[in-house]
C-alpha cells in the first residue's frame, strides 16, 4: 500500500457518488407498481426478466447528459472526487465494454461512452476519478453471485437473479468472475486514465483467493489505485461504512460515508424526499471532523439531467462554502479529545474552523494552550479558556463559521473534560474493558445493506466507525479518565444504535453507570429518538450524579444483561454528560 496515496484519499473529505444505468428509465414504477425501495434494486424487486429489463436500453436515449456540469456542480459544492457507477447489480454495462454487448454503446440509441466524457471532464476541471463495481452481483449472467434459498434476504428481495436462473446448484460464480468481472475491471483501468479509487460492492460469493486476485489485477494495472472495503475479505485500503452510516468517533482507519440526498440512491421520480442544504453540511461535517470522507450520491435522471432539487441543494452549499472561505479538501479532524455540543470543529494548518449550528450568545472553547492570532469574531481569554461571541443575527439556519488563527499548530490539553457544559464521549476516546465472557449474549447474524455479514464475535470491540459493538458479556463497557471541574448536577445520557440497517431501536439492555464513588443502574429505553434513517439511534437518560465539588477519575460504563436478542444488536456511540445548573449561552 502507498500511504501517500492513502494521505491523498483522507485529505479528499468530499465526493460525489452517481448511480446511473437503466433502472433510472422506469425510475421506481413498474407496470404501474410503485416501487418501495431504492430504485437501482427494481429488477429485483419486480423480479423482472432479463429479456423484459434489456429491453429498456432501447428507450435509454439522455441526450441532455452533460458531464462538464456535472463535475462543475461538484466541484463548486467542494467536492474533490468523483464515484461513478461503471456497472451496478443488474450488469449493464454504462461505458463500452469490449467484454460484453450488454452496454450503453452497443445497446441505446444513446451511443455514447459517458464514463469516457466524465473521465474528460474530470482532467479539465482537477476531479479524481473513482469508479464503482459490482463484481459479485450480476442479475444479467446466469453465473452472478447469488447466496442461495437458505440464505436471508435484502428486505424480501433475492441478492441474485433466482427467477431467470432458479436452478442455484448450477451456478458457477467462477465462471462469471473469470469471464466477466476480471476482464471489465481491467478494461476499466486500462482505457479511462488514472483512477483514483475503485469502488466494489456487496461481496458475495467471493471467496479469499478470488478476492487477492482481483486486488493483485488493480494494483498491476494502477498501482497507485485506491480499493474501497466492500471488496471482501479484508482486502480493501480504506473502509466503507453502512449506507447513511454515520462515525460515532475518529476513525482509526482510512474511512468513508456514502450517503444519499433523498431515499434512494438511482433516480425515482416518485422520491421527493429531498434533504436540504442544512443537513447536507451537518453530514459532512461530522464526518470530516471523525477525520471520515463524505461521498455524497445523486442519482441522474435518464434524460441525463441532475435533479433540480440536488443541484438547488448544492448550489446553496457552494454559496454557504464561498461566502465564509470555509476549507473541506485538506482539512484534519477536530483535534480536541471531545466533540462541542453546539456543532463541529476542523483544523486547517494553523487555523481551527470552528461551525456553529446553534443559536446562542457565545460559545466557550477549553484546552487551547496557544496564543490567538486571530479570530473573525470578537473573544477573550481566561488562561486555556477561549470565549467568543456570537453575531445576534445570522441570516440563514446553515452553520455560522468561527475560525481561530493560532500561533503556531494548535497545542491542546489533551484532558477529557467539559466543553461550554457538556462532555461527549465516544468509545474510540476510551478504553475497552472485556467482562465475563463465559456469560455469552450473542446477536443476530445477518446480511448487511452492503452484504457484510455481520457475526457474534468473541469480545467486544470498536467497530470501524468507532462505536462499540459485541458489548453483549456481563461487565463489557468502556471507561474513560475523565475530569469535572466543578460541583454540580450531571445528567448521564447514553446514544445507542442498531448495527443492522433499516431495523428499529430495541431497548432490552440493562447497563451500570459508575463515577467518583457513585453508580447508576438503569434498563436502556427510547427516551429521545434522534434522527437516523438508516441506522436507528436514540438516547437514553441514565440519570442524574450530584458532586460537591471537582472531580477526576474513571468513568465506567458497563454492560449488565442482555434480555432480548435484538438487544444484542445496538452499538454504543456516545456517552453524554450534562451539567444541570449552568447559565444559558
Not at 352 to 367: C, D, Y
Not at 415 to 425: A, C, K, M, S
Request: aromatic share 10%.
Amino acid at each position: 500500500m502507498n500511504y501517500n496515496n492513502i494521505k491523498n484519499f483522507s485529505r479528499a473529505r468530499f465526493g460525489m457518488f452517481l448511480h446511473w444505468g437503466l433502472y433510472s428509465v422506469p425510475a421506481g414504477r413498474w407496470k404501474g407498481e410503485r416501487m418501495d425501495y431504492i430504485g437501482e434494486w427494481i429488477q429485483s424487486r419486480f423480479r423482472i426478466p432479463n429479456t423484459e429489463y434489456a429491453a429498456l436500453a432501447e428507450q435509454f436515449n439522455p441526450t441532455r447528459f452533460d458531464a462538464d456540469e456535472w463535475v462543475k456542480s461538484a466541484k463548486a459544492a467542494g467536492m474533490t472526487y468523483l464515484v461513478f457507477t461503471a456497472k451496478h447489480h443488474d450488469g449493464f454495462a454504462m461505458y463500452h465494454s469490449r467484454v460484453s454487448p450488454y452496454n450503453i454503446v452497443d445497446a441505446t440509441p444513446f451511443g455514447r461512452d459517458v464514463l469516457r466524457e466524465l473521465a474528460h471532464a474530470c482532467e479539465r476541471y482537477g476531479m479524481k476519478l473513482g469508479i464503482y463495481y459490482s463484481h459479485c452481483l450480476d442479475w444479467h449472467e446466469a453465473d452472478g453471485a447469488d447466496p442461495g434459498p437458505d440464505s436471508p434476504k435484502n428486505f424480501g428481495m433475492s441478492w441474485g437473479n433466482d427467477w431467470d436462473y432458479p436452478d442455484w446448484s448450477g451456478k458457477n460464480f467462477s465462471r462469471y468472475f473469470e469471464n466477466k468481472a476480471l476482464p471489465q475491471v481491467e478494461e476499466l483501468l486500462t482505457d479511462y486514465g488514472p483512477v483514483f479509487l475503485m469502488w466494489f460492492d456487496c461481496p458475495l460469493g467471493i471467496s479469499e483467493a478470488q478476492g487477492k486476485k482481483l486486488r493483485k489485477l488493480v494494483k498491476s494495472l494502477q498501482p497507485d489505485c485506491l480499493i474501497n472495503g466492500r471488496i471482501g475479505h479484508g482486502m480493501g485500503d480504506f473502509g466503507s461504512l453502512g449506507d447513511n452510516q454515520s462515525p460515532a468517533g475518529k476513525s482509526r482507519i482510512p474511512l468513508e460515508s456514502a450517503h444519499t440526498l433523498n431515499h434512494t440512491w438511482g433516480y425515482k421520480k416518485d422520491d421527493h424526499n429531498w434533504s436540504n442544504a442544512g443537513h447536507l453540511i451537518d453530514g459532512l461535517l461530522s464526518c470530516n471532523e471523525k477525520d471520515v470522507n463524505y461521498l455524497l450520491n445523486i442519482g441522474p435522471r435518464p434524460d441525463g439531467r441532475l435533479p433540480e432539487a440536488s443541484l438547488d441543494i448544492l448550489g446553496e452549499v457552494a454559496e454557504w462554502r464561498n461566502r465564509n472561505g470555509v476549507r473541506i479538501e485538506g482539512t484534519g479532524p477536530n483535534p480536541f479529545p471531545q466533540a462541542f455540543p453546539w456543532g463541529y470543529c476542523t483544523l486547517s494548518g494553523s487555523t481551527l474552523q470552528f461551525f456553529v449550528k446553534e443559536h446562542r450568545k457565545e460559545i466557550e472553547i477549553s484546552g487551547l494552550r496557544n496564543e490567538v492570532k486571530a479570530c473573525n469574531l470578537p473573544f477573550e481569554r481566561n488562561g486555556t479558556l477561549l470565549r467568543i461571541a456570537l453575531p445576534a443575527e445570522r441570516g440563514d439556519d446553515l452553520p455560522l463559521v468561527v475560525k481561530v488563527k493560532t500561533t503556531g499548530k494548535p497545542e491542546i490539553d489533551r484532558t477529557l473534560t467539559l466543553q461550554d457544559g457538556v462532555l461527549i464521549l465516544s468509545p474510540a476516546s476510551g478504553e475497552i474493558v472485556h467482562g465475563n465472557a463465559a456469560a455469552t449474549a450473542s446477536g443476530e447474524t445477518i446480511l448487511g445493506a452492503a452484504a457484510e455479514v455481520l457475526t457474534e464475535k468473541p469480545e467486544c470491540s470498536l467497530n470501524d466507525g468507532g462505536a462499540l459493538t459485541q458489548w453483549n458479556h456481563p461487565g463489557d463497557g468502556v471507561s474513560w479518565d475523565i475530569r469535572i471541574p466543578e460541583a454540580g448536577s450531571y445528567e448521564f445520557q447514553v446514544v445507542t444504535e442498531n448495527r443492522c440497517h433499516s431495523a428499529p431501536w430495541t431497548g432490552g439492555r440493562r447497563v451500570r453507570l459508575e463515577f467518583a464513588g457513585q453508580r447508576l443502574e438503569c434498563e436502556l429505553r427510547e427516551d429521545e429518538k434522534l434522527t437516523s434513517r438508516c441506522y436507528a439511534r436514540a438516547i437514553s437518560k441514565i440519570g442524574t450524579l450530584t458532586l460537591s465539588g471537582s472531580a477526576s477519575g474513571i468513568l465506567r460504563l458497563s454492560n449488565l444483561s442482555t434480555n432480548k436478542t435484538e438487544a444484542a444488536n445496538m452499538n454504543l456511540t456516545t456517552v453524554r454528560i450534562q451539567q444541570q445548573t449552568r447559565r444559558t449561552k
